[in-house]
């Protein structure tokens, strides 16, 4: 899949409100998601993101947490694509 197929599907997806992109290092995650981003805002969606760290390997989830909480107004910590 290239990443203009991985573009529409996510352009897909938005209206539900969620995207998750997961993957080795190096892939493009970050450059898939920076447009994913631009997408979401011209769309009038608020954008979080968030980067996993070693805490995810001993509290799963801990990024999406850090996410949803700045999405509810909290600092959250998050990765800072949508700022």
């Known amino acids: 899949?290239?990443?203009?197929?991985v573009l529409a599907a996510i352009a897909a997806t938005l209206p539900a409100g969620?995207?998750?992109v997961e993957g080795p290092a190096g892939i493009g995650k970050s450059r898939v998601l920076e447009e994913a981003g631009r997408l979401g805002r011209s769309?009038?969606?608020r954008v979080v993101g968030g980067r996993a760290t070693e805490l995810d390997r001993?509290?799963?989830l801990s990024?999406?947490?850090r996410a949803v909480g700045e999405l509810a107004g909290g600092s959250g910590g998050g990765g800072g694509?949508?700022?």
Do not use: Y
Request: with cysteine; charged share 20%; hydrophobic share 40%.
């Open 1 to 5: 899949m290239g990443r203009k197929d």
């Open 18 to 20: 969620c995207v998750v």
């Open 43 to 45: 769309g009038g969606m």
């Open 58 to 60: 001993v509290a799963p």
């Open 63 to 65: 990024t999406l947490s």
């Open 81 to 83: 694509w949508g700022r």
